[in-house]
């Protein structure tokens, strides 16, 4: 039996219990009592600066704008595909925001680094916030995973954190801050930078929803088969031979069930439509 979408009121709540459970396992904060009222303002901050805000770009500005405060100039927000890769960065596409370095980016979905990135192993394993230092001394971690980590440096991302974000519905992101300077975050930092993220991320899944409420309703029964398929990895001519139609067919439903779940990315609709309840993999 399918559970109904959540509301937006039912969803923040059920995030905020995540949130709460999550803070209870976050290293205790000492910091002194000046530089701990100046991080809580900069926080006060960016939460009245967050509401009324109207596209997730804005927020995501943000939040980059908040994570100064801790010397982190690079953050990066992913969606993960149902293969558990990150998406390739896209213009506008809220599933995936970043402002890491572009050659780094390039590199990344280069070298297939997606595949064998530790930090989505560690993620889907982890409730709270974790350092990437604990990660690559990790006894379990590979020569190869480590080489993601040693290869970031060269681009500048020296050392950083990484938020899981296991949502409602089966729904997961990974949050990551990342500095340019070789040594670990402060617990105090950590504990921001988290509970910022899941403020972010429970924003950005309000966006989500309340873009796609009307239209996903409207899936034809034929864009569902095509956005199945293209969730279990099929391309339009192999979409075609299955349910026997053509390649331009295919895509004609591809596309229209693209527009209805609010994206110009085939795989970002496939895992909107998984989120959704409206195929099962």
Same mark, same amino acid.
Request: with cysteine; proline share 5%; hydrophobic share 40%.
């Given at each position: 039996?399918?559970?109904?979408?959540?509301?937006?009121?039912?969803?923040?709540?059920?995030?905020?219990?995540?949130?709460?459970?999550?803070?209870?396992?976050?290293?205790?904060?000492?910091?002194?009592?000046?530089?701990?009222?100046?991080?809580?303002?900069?926080?006060?901050?960016?939460?009245?600066?967050?509401?009324?805000?109207?596209?997730?770009?804005?927020?995501?500005?943000?939040?980059?704008?908040?994570?100064?405060?801790?010397?982190?100039?690079?953050?990066?927000?992913?969606?993960?595909?149902?293969?558990?890769?990150?998406?390739?960065?896209?213009?506008?596409?809220?599933?995936?925001?970043?402002?890491?370095?572009?050659?780094?980016?390039?590199?990344?979905?280069?070298?297939?680094?997606?595949?064998?990135?530790?930090?989505?192993?560690?993620?889907?394993?982890?409730?709270?916030?974790?350092?990437?230092?604990?990660?690559?001394?990790?006894?379990?971690?590979?020569?190869?995973?480590?080489?993601?980590?040693?290869?970031?440096?060269?681009?500048?991302?020296?050392? @950083? =954190?990484?938020?899981?974000?296991?949502?409602?519905?089966? %729904? /997961?992101? !990974?949050?990551?801050?990342?500095?340019? +300077? *070789?040594?670990?975050?402060?617990?105090?930092?950590?504990?921001?930078?988290?509970?910022?993220?899941?403020?972010?991320?429970?924003?950005?899944?309000?966006?989500?929803?309340?873009?796609?409420?009307?239209?996903?309703?409207?899936?034809?029964?034929?864009?569902?088969?095509?956005?199945?398929?293209?969730?279990?990895?099929?391309?339009?001519?192999?979409? @075609? =031979?299955?349910?026997?139609?053509?390649?331009?067919?295919? %895509? /004609?439903? !591809?596309?229209?069930?693209?527009?209805? +779940? *609010?994206?110009?990315?085939?795989?970002?609709?496939?895992?909107?439509?998984?989120?959704?309840?409206?195929?099962?993999?």
């Amino acid at each position: 039996m399918e559970t109904p979408p959540m509301s937006s009121v039912s969803q923040r709540r059920w995030i905020a219990t995540r949130v709460s459970g999550q803070l209870s396992l976050a290293p205790t904060m000492h910091f002194p009592t000046a530089a701990g009222e100046a991080f809580a303002g900069e926080f006060s901050r960016f939460l009245y600066q967050t509401d009324g805000v109207a596209k997730p770009e804005q927020l995501f500005d943000l939040l980059s704008a908040f994570a100064l405060n801790f010397n982190c100039p690079w953050i990066a927000y992913g969606s993960l595909t149902p293969d558990n890769k990150f998406l390739k960065p896209a213009p506008h596409d809220p599933a995936l925001m970043q402002n890491y370095p572009d050659e780094w980016q390039e590199r990344y979905f280069e070298m297939g680094y997606d595949r064998i990135d530790p930090i989505i192993k560690t993620s889907r394993k982890r409730v709270g916030a974790f350092r990437w230092s604990e990660v690559y001394n990790d006894a379990s971690t590979t020569e190869d995973e480590r080489r993601v980590f040693d290869e970031a440096a060269t681009f500048g991302l020296r050392s @950083g =954190i990484s938020v899981p974000l296991h949502g409602p519905n089966g %729904n /997961f992101a !990974i949050m990551s801050f990342a500095q340019d +300077l *070789d040594r670990d975050f402060q617990n105090c930092a950590i504990t921001y930078l988290q509970i910022a993220a899941f403020h972010f991320y429970i924003m950005v899944e309000q966006f989500a929803n309340s873009r796609v409420k009307e239209d996903v309703a409207d899936l034809s029964p034929r864009e569902k088969e095509c956005i199945l398929w293209t969730a279990r990895g099929k391309s339009s001519w192999e979409i @075609g =031979i299955v349910l026997g139609i053509s390649v331009n067919t295919v %895509n /004609f439903h !591809i596309k229209n069930a693209m527009r209805k +779940l *609010d994206t110009t990315s085939r795989t970002v609709a496939a895992i909107k439509a998984v989120n959704f309840k409206l195929i099962e993999l």
